[in-house]
């Protein structure tokens, strides 16, 4: 790694070495007269032969000029092709000082020129750079160029070379395809821009992106049970495990559990005087194993997590939707009460699920067949806790302690939740038996609508840092999605007539309302006009309707008028903070500052497309993202000097003998070379901050950050395209010359392990300072269990295999 250091700070220094007077005085002295003696009677006049007139050079700069045409005749002199045989020849010694004063020209314009690379064009981004580049800029590795031509390699097999990488009108179609791909990622949240891994292009695409982001936070939460009593039982032993300092809070942020939760349990194994469960609970606690004897620790905590999880289903609240005459029991106010009364009590206990010693059980009714589609199916469930529950002698109480009983199993259930949250709910649920895996949905006899169901999560694990992020990513969840809008319009046209039971004739709960005239279903006035029916509806038989349904229904519907007015505002609060994001997007993109007239392109853009064109905003963002991908300044790499002027052009002779002069570049450029040098991507945050301040260009600083670049998952970008074009390996993983008939091992998982091998190596070898030698007397190498299979050897893993 130092060594390819020494080569990159090389990389950003010249030097320029002055003409020496000496090769004119030559040319003065000795090779004009060899020149006039021996060559103008057929290289000179009007019509000199190969049209080279050697008597009009009279200057080493002029052979500069022309230097290929004295590179081929000191080729002819060193072959005695010149002068012609019936030509009188020149001595031989004469003959070689005209070769040797070629070749001192060629080392002294070398010199000259060292350092210059010449004429460096604007080039796009090749195929590699520009997928690199889209995964840094949206955070989504979508490999958009699959589709697009192979990049040809210039004459020194690399493909990064502005004479090589030109681009068609075929090609940029390409891009503009491509661009719209992207912007057909793109996610509007509250407060900035997204990109989604899946393109974004219909409702279910947004539920889709909205879902997976809550699912991953629930699933990444440290709920398991078993853990936390390993946790306990390291602070119980800490002295013995060599941590005598250790604290509860250190012993969950070592195992990476919840620091609030940990001392819960810790309390609630070292209860005094415990009943029921919970000394049940403690006794398996007590009956862990001591360091020493270590070995069964997991098997017993996963065996008191299985303790806990079987009484807490067994003693689950249950709940029941209230019932209103000429209502069915899944209507959609009276379901979404039953759902939230399930929500607010995962950490109570159901003094109903005991019984006392003694005491008969009651006899089981068989479980019924599962209700008809818009009935609740709370009574089935029930009879099925009651199957699970029987003969369950943790659930029984001596006699005169029920009390006392109830009490162990309300605290059991304040510390273990029958469940932490809901990722899924079929329209049976809590049984999960059939109709399962739809994820958040609220169970209803569609499958639209969502409901949340993570109380105890919020309660007893997440910090306040967890129960914003699981906030925020529920409320994206709407405006992303519009599913509370969408849910409800849906009810409104598909189900609310149930409320009438006269839109189709009899009662239909299929049937849907109509839109009073003048007011969006939406409008605060349509969903009060529709709580008032359902009030009316219960009203008409309040003797023998629930009395707890009007609650219901005033909860339900002005929870859904007070979530569609907040994301109104929202919404309006969102425009200008997405037209900063796209600003910031752009800003990205080009890899530099945008100029105070591309700020103002930008946003005329946008504006044309909702006043022209009367896109919407979100079309109009999408649009605006098209524009900027197919800009050159990101399509294309520009290095540009730190002083604004540019060189002019039409510079005489005389400038053009001047020693090469490094220009040196501006930081921003600067930090674009370091990057898709080492990376084949863009700068990220830190370097462009680094630019920003004006230090990049300061030896320690460019070091600094070329070794924490080197250090970077994505210097696997210099592994593959710089190694990949050195080696001429790049191109293999698209490799199908290999007739497979003759060699059926070699399959697509062999091809790819062998493309694999050679990057793996190479990136280990630059981010372990290793040497490249190792290329050629490594004795180790890098293979997975194909390539392994393949090279004979009888176990790998993915490391260093020797």
């Not at 949206?138 to 020194?156: C, W």
């Not at 003694?358 to 589609?373: D, R, S």
């Not at 994206?476 to 189900?495: C, G, I, L, S």
């Not at 752009?586 to 044309?608: C, F, I, N, Q, S």
Request: proline share 7%; hydrophobic share 40%; charged share 25%.
């Amino acid at each position: 790694m130092k060594r390819l250091l020494v080569i990159l700070l090389a990389c950003f220094s010249t030097s320029a070495l002055a003409d020496s007077p000496q090769l004119q005085k030559q040319m003065d002295e000795t090779v004009k007269p060899f020149v006039g003696k021996y060559c103008v009677a057929c290289h000179s006049g009007a019509q000199p032969t190969a049209q080279f007139d050697l008597k009009s050079y009279t200057t080493v700069e002029q052979v500069k000029d022309e230097f290929p045409r004295w590179s081929l005749l000191a080729e002819r002199l060193t072959a005695h092709e010149m002068p012609p045989k019936q030509m009188p020849q020149p001595p031989a010694a004469a003959a070689q000082q005209i070769i040797d004063w070629v070749h001192s020209v060629r080392a002294e314009e070398i010199k000259r020129l060292g350092g210059d690379p010449g004429t460096v064009l604007a080039r796009r981004l090749s195929n590699a750079e520009y997928n690199y580049t889209i995964r840094d800029l949206t955070g989504q590795d979508m490999e958009l160029t699959r589709q697009f031509p192979v990049d040809p390699a210039n004459t020194a097999g690399f493909d990064n070379s502005g004479e090589s990488l030109t681009m068609s009108p075929a090609l940029l179609n390409k891009y503009l395809q491509a661009a719209r791909l992207v912007a057909d990622h793109m996610v509007l949240k509250p407060d900035t821009i997204d990109f989604a891994p899946h393109l974004m292009q219909v409702e279910s695409d947004h539920d889709k992106y909205a879902i997976q982001r809550i699912i991953a936070f629930y699933q990444a939460q440290p709920t398991s049970y078993a853990d936390y009593f390993q946790a306990a039982w390291r602070y119980r032993y800490r002295a013995a495990l060599g941590k005598p300092g250790a604290t509860l809070a250190s012993t969950a942020a070592q195992m990476k559990l919840s620091a609030k939760y940990l001392p819960m349990v810790w309390a609630i194994l070292n209860d005094k005087d415990a009943v029921g469960p919970v000394a049940k609970l403690q006794g398996m606690w007590n009956a862990l194993p001591a360091p020493k004897n270590a070995d069964s620790l997991a098997v017993k905590t996963q065996a008191m997590e299985n303790f806990v999880t079987r009484i807490r289903a067994e003693t689950a609240m249950q709940f029941a939707a209230p019932v209103v005459k000429g209502l069915p029991g899944q209507s959609e106010p009276l379901h979404n009460w039953r759902l939230e009364e399930y929500a607010q009590n995962h950490t109570k206990s159901d003094p109903k699920a005991l019984r006392a010693a003694g005491e008969p059980e009651p006899a089981l009714p068989p479980i019924p067949k599962y209700p008809p589609l818009h009935e609740d199916a709370s009574p089935r469930w029930a009879i099925v806790m009651a199957h699970a529950r029987h003969g369950d002698a943790d659930l029984v109480y001596p006699a005169g302690q029920k009390a006392a009983y109830q009490k162990a199993f309300d605290r059991l259930a304040s510390v273990f939740p029958d469940t932490f949250y809901v990722s899924e709910r079929g329209r049976y649920w809590p049984d999960q038996a059939t109709d399962n895996g739809r994820l958040l949905s609220a169970g209803y006899h569609n499958t639209g609508g969502y409901y949340r169901d993570d109380t105890a999560l919020m309660q007893l694990i997440l910090d306040k840092k967890g129960r914003d992020q699981l906030n925020r990513l529920w409320n994206e969840f709407d405006f992303v999605a519009d599913q509370t809008a969408r849910t409800w319009t849906q009810y409104f046209f598909n189900q609310s007539g149930e409320v009438d039971g006269n839109i189709n004739g009899p009662l239909s709960t299929e049937s849907g309302s109509k839109r009073p005239m003048g007011h969006e279903v939406t409008d605060q006035f349509v969903i009060f006009q529709m709580r008032d029916k359902y009030l009316a509806r219960w009203a008409a038989d309040k003797e023998h309707n629930d009395p707890v349904a009007p609650k219901a229904f005033r909860w339900h519907f002005g929870l859904i008028n007070t979530t569609l007015r907040n994301l109104e505002k929202q919404h309006a609060a969102a425009e200008p903070k997405h037209l900063a994001a796209l600003l910031r997007f752009a800003e990205r993109a080009y890899r530099r500052p945008l100029t105070a007239g591309e700020r103002t392109d930008v946003l005329a853009y946008y504006k044309m497309l909702r006043t022209k064109n009367r896109l919407s905003h979100e079309a109009a963002v999408r649009d605006s993202i098209v524009g900027i991908l197919m800009s050159p300044d990101f399509l294309y790499r520009f290095d540009l000097a730190k002083t604004a002027s540019a060189p002019k052009p039409g510079l005489s002779k005389a400038a053009l003998t001047k020693p090469f002069v490094a220009q040196p570049l501006s930081d921003y450029s600067l930090a674009n070379r370091l990057s898709y040098f080492l990376w084949s991507s863009m700068p990220d945050a830190e370097l462009m901050r680094h630019a920003a301040a004006g230090d990049l260009h300061q030896p320690g600083v460019l070091k600094a950050q070329a070794l924490r670049m080197l250090k970077d998952a994505r210097i696997n970008g210099l592994a593959t395209e710089f190694t990949g074009n050195w080696l001429v390996f790049r191109q293999f993983e698209t490799n199908n010359s290999v007739d497979r008939q003759r060699f059926p091992a070699f399959d697509d998982d062999l091809r790819e392990a062998m493309f694999q091998e050679p990057i793996r190596f190479m990136q280990d070898t630059i981010t372990h300072d290793g040497s490249m030698l190792d290329l050629l007397y490594g004795k180790y190498t890098f293979v997975n269990p194909p390539l392994g299979k393949h090279y004979g050897m009888t176990a790998c893993r993915m490391s260093r295999a020797t």
